[in-house]
Nanobody, 125 residues
């Protein structure tokens, strides 16, 4: 079982930056994918970015490539999502998720087993 805690959400102006973080509970997550999803009212849930806790392969939605960076902290249980050049379209509730990774499966294609409560990100124009 994995418990996830998000932090770092808030409100920024367009063009600004924000970092959200996701800390996993005391469990070995080697071989897992950890990911960030986001959802706004009336919109489909979108997988934003993911990282494989092994080879540290990273995956990004086309909408955030070149602007967002996902990384694993030195504690090996915390994932950061650095969000730069934010626009109002990035406004959403951001959710951290984790799941074991089957072989030969891209992290953003997986159905995730464990979810955090979410943290709100608001970008004003």
């Amino acid at each position: 079982q994995v418990q996830l805690m998000e932090s770092g959400g808030g409100s920024v102006q367009a063009g600004g930056s924000l970092r959200v973080s996701c800390a996993a509970s005391k469990v070995t997550i080697s071989g897992y994918c950890m990911a960030w999803f986001r959802q706004s009212p009336g919109k489909d849930r979108e997988g934003v970015a993911a990282i494989f806790i092994g080879g540290l392969n990273t995956y990004y939605a086309d909408s955030v490539k070149g602007r967002f960076t996902i990384s694993l902290a030195d504690d090996k249980k915390t994932v950061h999502l650095q969000m730069n050049s934010l626009t109002p379209e990035d406004t959403a509730m951001y959710y951290c998720a984790a799941t074991p990774k089957p072989a030969a499966t891209r992290c953003l294609a997986l159905t995730y087993a464990y979810w955090g409560q979410g943290t709100q990100v608001t970008v004003s124009s």
